[in-house]
């Protein structure tokens, strides 16, 4: 089964699938952002919702945290 890219439209970004937010935080950034790296920030702690999706706007708040903390 091909991989379909959502358009922005149907993107939420309370639930962002997380090959979503891989893709789309890599355009953004310049900067290779995989799938792994933000599971393993899951399992640091990073917010998750219960069906696996990311909020952007928690996920950022977490990373600007984790930053000031020096992690």
């Given amino acids: 089964m091909p991989e379909t890219n959502p358009s922005p439209a149907q993107i939420s ?13 890599t ?8 799938e792994q790296m933000i599971r393993d920030d899951f399992a640091d702690g990073a917010p998750a ?7 952007l706007v928690h996920y950022a708040a977490w990373l600007v945290k984790e930053m000031a903390s020096g992690n």
């Fill in 27 to 34: 355009s953004l950034s310049g900067v290779a952002i995989t």
């Fill in 49 to 55: 919702n219960a069906d696996g999706t990311l909020n």
């Fill in 13 to 25: 970004p309370t639930a962002i699938a997380v090959a979503d937010a891989a893709r789309i935080l």
